[in-house]
Structures are given as structure tokens and as C-alpha cells.
């Protein structure tokens, strides 16, 4: 299933994402299987680590849309694809209201690891 019109924007710059202040930036290195686009497997992996289904549910809305984590950055040649998650996208600790270390890990790592 080809996400990437919904979770892949390369006009999105890393500078102006920093400066922003709104996103988690991280970096992986991913090898998609023989035959499948990178593109299309990076904006895959966006979707699962972030609010990403297999169909279009009927509650998409725009809040939805605006946590959705976005692939900024695609390089086949290193493996290199990087994704910017939303701050509003992680949990945050009922008490201080900080951001939570293990929404963080959840969603940067433990989703996507399934994948196959």
C-alpha cells in the first residue's frame, strides 16, 4: 500500500524543521526488500510508527493528519531516510506534563519493527 502522499514530504528542510521547534527529528538506516520502492517503504515506516492503519478509517480528520509523522528525507544511496515526528504526537506524563521517554521509544522504535 503506497503511503507516501500521506506521510512523505522531501519539500520539508531539516533547518526548518529545528528551527520550528515542533518536530522530533531522527535518522535510520533501512534497506527495503528487493523490488519494493524506497519511498514507498519509508513513508510505510512512518505510517506504523506514528498514527498510520492499512485503510483510511472513517475518524481521519485533520488533527489526525497533523500528528502523522513525515518521511523529509530519502537517500538510497547511504540508506539513509529520515522522519520527522510531531511533539504533539507523544504521550506526556500526567503529573509534569513532559514528554514521556517510553512514548518516545514506542514510537520511534517499537512500532516498526514487525515490519517485514
Known sequence: MDQSNRYADLGLKE???????????VAYKMKPKA????????AHFA??????TNV???????????????VYLIDEASEEMRIAYPLDLFDRN??????????????????NQGMG
Open 35 to 42: 523490488g519494493y520502492d524506497y519511498l514507498q517503504a519509508a
Open 94 to 111: 500526567v503529573s509534569d506534563g513532559r514528554m514521556m521517554i517510553v512514548s518516545f521509544l514506542t514510537l520511534v522504535i517499537g512500532n
Open 47 to 52: 505510517a506504523e510508527s506514528s498514527t498510520g
Open 56 to 70: 483510511e478509517v472513517c475518524t481521519t480528520d485533520d488533527f489526525t493528519r497533523g500528528v502523522d509523522a513525515l
Open 15 to 25: 533547518d526548518e524543521l529545528i528551527s520550528a521547534g515542533k518536530h522530533i527529528l
